[in-house]
């Protein structure tokens, strides 16, 4: 069992590496992407990264249910905050983050999903919040974001009846942004990814951090944020390359962001 980190043409690509386990998991895993995470939101040759479980069953069967049955309250509190500590991790780094779902995104699985700035997913994937029926809530940030994803109804319905939903109906309730072919899911993300980092890395960072404003601020302060935003990205090498290469006729030349870091980091 691993955290896979493989870097090609700017893209780093993520893998939970437990196929046996359906890739479920526990705290080392969480250990893990925290680390994979930081290490690729620090490394300014990274432009996207695409986050995909091994093997063709599952993205994530959910945390790790047999770690988690001896749990008391205090270790439980840990193991929820470590997951969150991963979907902040990936919320916060300044690169979008493609989650490329190959099966199963249960429970947890799809909480992380959930903490992605896009989502696709084979036609055999299947999602649900099952967790009530463990006996226990979403405690990886499937209360707070599915919500906000779905709308509080839907979301409401798939958390009470901890029913799956598969890929066509994901795609109908906007939980994913397309289906593809199990064999050609990730070069679907790849092919997304390669057009991402063909932008702007700086102005790219700049939308990722606007974009996360708008589920959390009122829409004035969002729009004032928007408008620092823009003229941050003023006088920056990537405005005048952008604009100038629009009027010769060529493609922009962009630069590598030289000092990425987590968003909030000290
Ligand atoms: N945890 C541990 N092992 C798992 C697992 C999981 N979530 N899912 C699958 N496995 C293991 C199976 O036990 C089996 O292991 P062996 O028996 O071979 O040792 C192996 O993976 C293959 O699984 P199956 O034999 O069951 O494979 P099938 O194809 O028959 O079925 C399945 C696939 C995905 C339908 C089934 O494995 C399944 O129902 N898995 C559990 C899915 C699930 O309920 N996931 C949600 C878990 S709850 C919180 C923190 C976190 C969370 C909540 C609160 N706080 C601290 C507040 C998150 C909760 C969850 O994610």
């Known amino acids: 069992m691993s955290i896979d980190t493989n870097m090609s043409q700017q893209i780093a690509t993520i893998t939970i590496n437990n196929p046996d386990r359906l890739n479920a998991l526990d705290a080392n895993h969480l250990e893990g992407l925290l680390e994979a995470f930081r290490a690729t939101a ?22 790790d249910i047999k770690e988690m049955s001896t749990m008391s309250p205090e270790e439980a509190m840990r193991f929820g905050r470590l997951g969150h500590a991963v979907g902040s991790a990936i919320e916060r780094t300044p690169q979008p983050v493609i989650a490329a779902i190959n099966g199963f995104a249960l429970g947890g699985g799809c909480e992380l999903a959930l903490a992605c700035d896009i989502r696709i997913c084979s036609t055999n994937a299947v999602f649900a919040q099952p967790e009530v029926g463990l006996g226990i809530p979403p405690g990886w940030g499937g209360t707070q974001r599915l919500p906000r994803t779905v709308g509080k109804g839907i979301a409401s319905d798939l958390i009470f009846t901890g029913r799956r939903i598969r890929a066509d109906e994901a795609l109908r309730i906007g939980l994913v942004n397309a289906v593809h ?48 935003g823009f003229a941050e990205a003023f006088g920056m090498h990537d405005q005048q390359e952008g604009m100038s290469a629009f009027f010769e006729k060529r493609k922009p030349v962009f630069e590598n962001e030289p000092h990425l870091e987590l968003e909030g980091d000290a």
């Open 42 to 63: 620090g490394d300014a040759s990274v432009r996207a990264i695409i986050l995909t479980g091994a093997g063709e069953t599952a993205f994530v069967a959910g945390a």
């Open 181 to 228: 072919e199990q064999d050609s899911l990730m070069e679907h993300a790849s092919v997304m990814a390669r057009e991402i980092a063909g932008n702007s890395p700086a102005a790219v960072r700049l939308s990722k951090r606007l974009i996360a404003r708008s589920q959390d601020a009122h829409p004035s302060s969002g729009l004032a944020e928007e408008a620092h």
